[in-house]
């Protein structure tokens, strides 16, 4: 092809912890989320990354937590964490949608 710009192959270089977390990562989004079995009960995918989630939103949790032990002693009923609980979720939420929707047909 004349006049065609030379794209090099994306060589990709990491040091050696990131490259192993990228590994992992890659296989744990490679692992089929379904049963193939037409007899077996399905396999919901979306509680398993949630598990793999979780952690990466520690803070949001945090925040949670902090605000459930702050109006403890509410009998008002005026006082609620539903933002905080709303955030923590959107934070896993966030996470697993890639995920998911790579592995849903």
Do not use: N
């Not at 990562?25 to 989320?33: E, R, Y």
């Amino acid at each position: 092809m004349a006049g065609a710009l030379y794209t090099p192959p994306l060589k990709l270089t990491l040091i050696p912890r990131c490259r192993d977390l990228v590994l992992s990562f890659l296989k744990v989004i490679s692992k089929p989320l379904f049963s193939a079995k037409a007899d077996e009960e399905p396999v919901d995918p979306k509680k398993y990354l949630e598990d793999g989630c979780k952690p990466k939103c520690v803070k949001q949790l945090r925040s949670y937590e902090a605000c459930i032990k702050r109006i403890q002693g509410d009998e008002s009923g005026h006082k609620h964490c539903t933002g905080q609980y709303f955030d923590y979720w959107s934070c896993v939420d966030k996470c697993v949608a890639p995920t998911l929707f790579l592995k849903l047909k």
